[in-house]
């Protein structure tokens, strides 16, 4: 499968963003979907999962109640809105795709700039 993701730019702090990653394949509805970050200097950090089997959904602690990933499987894409934008929040973004055998895909990243 391929990830192209897409949406980052810069927002000031309190603002919104929706990222979006679109994949390939015929096979997207049975991928388990995930977003990751990166901040400068940092290591890559979980960021929001959903699941495909049952759906669930799951967010590091930093980002709950801020973030919401969702998917489509119709149109082979998966999101995540990012409201109340934080500094903290600056990093390049990326999709990945977990297939039922544990093989992980990654897109390109997409960076997120949030300015004080």
């Known amino acids: 499968v391929q990830l192209q993701a897409s949406g980052g730019g810069l927002v000031q702090a309190g603002g919104s963003l929706r990222l979006s990653c679109a994949a390939s394949g015929r096979t997207f509805s049975t991928y388990s979907m995930s977003w990751f970050r990166q901040a400068p200097g940092k290591e890559r950090e979980f960021v929001a999962r959903i699941n495909w089997r049952d759906g669930s959904i799951s967010y590091t602690d930093s980002v709950k109640d801020r973030f919401t990933i969702s998917r489509d499987n119709a149109k082979n894409t998966v999101s995540l809105q990012m409201n109340s934008l934080k500094p903290e929040d600056t990093a390049v973004y990326y999709c990945?795709?977990?297939?039922?055998?544990?093989?992980?895909?990654w897109g390109q990243g997409t960076l997120v700039t949030v300015s004080s």
């Open positions: 990945a795709a977990r297939n039922p055998y544990g093989r992980d895909y």
